[in-house]
């Protein structure tokens, strides 16, 4: 595929199975995106440096390195939306997705629909962040949020606990602020999905629950309590009990 003109959205795809990476290429292609295909980790590695794609579709099962390893080269050149296809419905692999840097995560099969919106969701979220870092550089920047130990810099968006710095991805970040807007406030899943993910529909709840974890082991289990069945509240004192997510 021919490389997109300058002002497209660009979509990098990294799947080692022809057919689904087709399939996803013409799905993507026809929301109007320039959509470029490649079918192994080391490949995709620079591509995306070549190409400086909006989002990235990556497989954790790649050949030469794996997708975990590809989305840490990625996202130390250059911070960029991944969302990653896993064959596995196994929540360590998620974790460990999460932790280096991928935003949102599918398990395969999944339907074209989802992984359109998903990567909508994504690319709308990466434009609000532009938007709100050039209203910051335009304004007085937003005053630091202390609550207990923990200090977030919105305008910086850098968090520290007890003066260590605690290293986010972006939509940990955001999960945190949206958290952090409502303490002691137990908030729902769904509200979570379309605060934090834009999503309309409950479909992504898990997706939450595994992003609360990844909090959770870069923060402590001590601030986030769960209200099984209901959400999640940001609680900074020690006194609760925690709860696995």
């Keep these: 595929m021919p490389a997109p003109g300058r002002g497209s959205t660009t979509v990098l795809v990294v799947e080692d199975e022809p057919a689904i990476a087709q399939a996803i290429a013409r799905r993507l292609a026809a929301e109007g995106w320039a959509v470029e295909a490649v079918g192994d980790g080391l490949l995709g590695v620079e591509r995306a440096a070549t190409l400086q794609p909006d989002v990235v579709v990556l497989d954790v099962m790649l050949p030469g390195i794996d997708g975990l390893e590809v989305c840490r080269r990625i996202q130390a050149e250059r911070p960029v939306p991944v969302l990653m296809l896993t064959a596995r419905d196994d929540e360590t692999d998620m974790l460990i997705g999460l932790g280096v ?120 289990p001590d601030l986030i309590r769960t209200v099984h069945g209901v959400g999640y509240a940001f609680e900074p004192a020690d006194t609760h009990e925690q709860d696995g997510a």
């Design 101 to 220: 840097g991928a935003d949102d995560y599918m398990t395969k099969p999944f339907s074209m629909r989802e992984l359109v919106a998903r990567t909508k969701a994504l690319l709308r979220r990466t434009e609000r962040a532009a938007q709100a870092a050039e209203q910051a550089v335009a304004a007085q920047p937003d005053p630091p949020v202390e609550i207990g130990d923990v200090l977030i810099d919105r305008a910086q968006r850098r968090v520290t606990r007890d003066g260590a710095e605690v290293h986010l991805t972006p939509t940990e970040f955001d999960l945190l602020l949206a958290l952090v807007a409502s303490p002691r406030t137990v908030l729902t899943r769904e509200r979570l999905l379309a605060e934090v993910w834009d999503w309309v529909d409950a479909s992504g709840t898990r997706t939450v629950d595994s992003h609360i974890k990844a909090l959770r082991r870069k923060l402590g």
